[in-house]
């Protein structure tokens, strides 16, 4: 009987803090993993201003939380969550977050897309009440940057929009020892977990970077597998051709690895 072909190394580009059980989940399964951070969330020089939104969460109708990662700086300054206020998120990876936390569909209101496939603020936007927001106070819990589309949304509605920060996000800085590294798995055929635009852009950057036009080419030739359709719609606007993708959330990232 012929040797089962070997697997391709599964390359987890998520911040390291989000990283960690995705890797062991595909390491139980039976892949080889390679953690490779393309973005570093950061801790805010000037946490006062969340500090002061999340201590007057009862005056808001809904608090929406663009990402797992403005849910964990979030609950870091809270101790519980007022079940009167609903909640937004974007996909099944925030819903996971949240239930970390001790809020689930049992204890709180959640929206979230009805497409799973389709989990961005777009998508969100459509999910929610807009009517029954008119006038209504909301907040958005986010990155220092990104997207403005949701509260944009939101204000044309008429919901009374406020934004608060919770973290930042920073590439990772250049170095030789990673650009020796992104070369090695460039070379390789690997399958790549991207979960963000911004993330495949900085991909792309460092490996520019680099300065070897065929490590690009090579880059471009690897395989994505994505939990959006906006990231795959960047991947395919980037030259990225092989894109897979998937519901959000990890469950469906391994099993479309499977």
């Not at 870091?76 to 970390?100: E, K, N, T, Y």
């Not at 009517?131 to 204000?155: K, N, W, Y």
Request: proline fraction near 7%; glycine fraction near 4%.
């Amino acid at each position: 009987m012929d040797p089962m072909p070997e697997l391709s190394p599964v390359v987890v580009t998520r911040p390291l803090a989000q990283a960690d059980q995705l890797a062991a989940s595909l390491t139980a399964a039976g892949r080889r993993v390679e953690v490779l951070p393309l973005l570093q969330i950061l801790p805010l020089p000037d946490a006062a201003p969340l500090q002061a939104e999340l201590a007057r969460l009862s005056r808001y109708r809904l608090v929406a939380f663009v990402s797992p990662n403005a849910i964990d700086a979030a609950f870091a300054h809270l101790a519980a969550w007022p079940a009167q206020v609903a909640i937004a998120v974007m996909g099944q990876g925030s819903r996971d977050a949240l239930a970390r936390h001790g809020v689930t569909a049992a204890n709180a209101t959640i929206f979230s897309p009805l497409d799973p496939e389709r989990s961005d603020s777009t998508t969100l936007f459509a999910a929610l009440d807009a009517a029954a927001l008119r006038s209504a106070p909301v907040l958005i819990v986010r990155g220092d940057s990104g997207r403005q589309f949701l509260a944009e949304a939101l204000q044309a509605a008429g919901a009374e929009v406020t934004q608060v920060a919770a973290y930042r996000r920073a590439a990772p800085e250049f170095s030789p020892e990673l650009g020796r590294r992104l070369a090695e798995l460039a070379a390789r055929s690997c399958d790549w977990i991207i979960t963000s635009s911004e993330a495949l852009r900085v991909l792309l950057a460092l490996i520019r970077h680099i300065g070897e036009p065929d490590i690009v080419v090579k880059m471009l030739q690897q395989h994505l597998i994505v939990p959006h359709a906006r990231i795959a719609q960047t991947a395919r606007e980037l030259g990225f051709g092989k894109i897979t993708l998937t519901a959000s959330g990890d469950e469906a990232l391994i099993a479309a690895l499977q």
